[in-house]
């Protein structure tokens, strides 16, 4: 699946395409097949997401995973802090990434 | 150390003014995204991993209490409650909003500071020896030549829009602590036959994707000629560096390619002309900033006496602490390094204690050193055990300045968006692999340096044992170098071979420890050994 992502405007927090927004969680984008070049020119245009791309991700029994280890990283926080990421009470949390 | 006058303030408080707009304009959406993006650049704010980072500018690495206080205050009210010192002797927030960034700007202005650029292909923040106005050996402070490098560089219109970045260090001791030979331009300050204080010139050093050692380009520059010359250095630069590919735009391309003979020709031609155009300040301007940095009111009787008693404290004062030129006084290093740690990230309770400590017994100073460290400069000796207990229950009393566990780490692929692998973790295994105080003395000085991807900002080329996070295929993988080094016998690491994984590089640097000291002779580095044994006995460990 294609699924989109950016960082908000004015926080800077990475967020996903959703289908009718955007999320911080990662397990709620859509799948935007090939409308990702369109959606970004759009979504950039309104003034809420910067410097938004598509990626590569699939669905797994834990949710939706991006294919790369950086989208992952971005998806999740910073794996040597693992207070400051979604899943701050999740010791495991960096295997998902890795 | 320096005061802003009034230009200087005002200066900043326009910019401050001026980016208030710029943010208001694109959060209004008057500003698009690749309208806005130099703007930020030039306050120092990227869109990194997670957010919005900013760097803030620490001129020299120089700070007061009430500045590091700030920081400290900043890292509390618009980040996640810690800042992470660099390599270029700066600080950086990882969590900023964009909309806050006004703000903190405008509070960093209060005392005197700014992140004016810290981005862009301009001459950015000037570095230093961290050990500067403390040091037994130098011939001079050369924090005074610094800022007047500052104020020449800082809003210099034909520097703006360089072909890259510039980075501009200046020692003035043979210890050569700030990597100078490693900058685009690296001047030490130098007395000549008569005694007369000039600057010496490097050029062309730096590391990134093609590492060189800055050529000696000019012995001497008399200190009436020093903004002339260096003038005269960017101008060819600037000229001649390529703008066709940001791969080869750095000055170090340009003298390679030109070589260096060629280059020193062409700068002292335009700087025979420049001699024709009344650029230079007068040298009452240099006396007006020398006056800034005179010696603090050290006691001249401070005793010598140190009680030693406390084995973690003489752990510390024999790991940790330097010689200083006023007898009864000692240069303290705070390790931001910590075993298991996160190399150069401090919480703002303990970036506020520093400042407090500083405030009470160091003369209202600090350092940030480019090993991600911060330096107490001028700590009376019977002040030395208070300090240390209270950085200790901070969790700031680590023993282990320029060993292996004092890693240079970039932030890596966990925060930068330009990295290809993580390099904190790599740090941490390797901190606790080599944690304990006996295993530390025992490998002794051995300086690890890491970089998550080839901009080397982790400084990987100088390390005795470097490490660079690259991309293989969609997963992490780790080259191993050795032999590099950043003091006065700059040298490049070699690459041993084939990458590692994660574990696997922590396991390929214990094997290159123990071919060290199986090895050594006598009070031999790694480092040392290394040069007198090559590489091959290295890579038969690490690969055998």
Known sequence: ?98 | MYKYDEYDQQMVDTRVAEFRDQVRRRLAGDLTEDQFKPLRLQNGLYLQLHAYMLRVAVPYGTLNSAQMTLLGDIADKYDRGYGHFTTRQNIQYNWIKLEDTPDILAELAKVEMHAIQTSGNCIRNISSDQFAGAAAEEIVDPRPYAELLRQWSSFHPEFLVLPRKFKIAVIASETDRAAMRLHDIGIKMVKNDAGEIGAQFYAGGGMGRTPMIAPLIREFVPLDQLITFSEACLRVYNRYGRRDNKYKARIKILVHELGRDEYVRQVEEEFAHLLTQPIEPPLAELERIKAHFVDPGFDANASDDLDLTDPDFRLWVERNTHAHKQAGYVIATVSLKPIGGIPGDATADQIRLMAKLAKDYSFDELRVTHAQNIVFPHVKKADLYTVWKALDEAGLSTANLDTVGDIIACPGLDYCSLANARSIPVAQKISERFGSAERQAEIGELKLKISGCINACGHHHAGHIGILGVDKKGLENYQLLLGGSEGADTSLGQITGPGFTEDGVVDAIEKATEVYLANKEGEERFLDTYRRIGMAPFKEAIYG
């Open chain 1, 1 to 98: 699946m294609k699924i989109l992502t950016g960082n908000d405007l004015k926080t800077g927090a990475v967020i996903w395409w959703t289908g009718v927004g955007w999320s911080l969680d990662v397990n709620e984008s859509a799948d935007v097949g090939e409308h990702g070049a369109a959606l970004v020119a759009r979504e950039e245009g309104a003034q809420k997401v910067v410097a938004a791309y598509v990626v590569d991700g699939e669905k797994t029994g834990e949710g939706i995973r991006p294919a790369h280890i950086k989208e992952r990283i971005r998806a999740l926080g910073p794996t040597v802090r693992l207070d400051l990421t979604l899943k701050p009470s999740d010791p495991a949390a960096a295997d998902w990434v890795i």
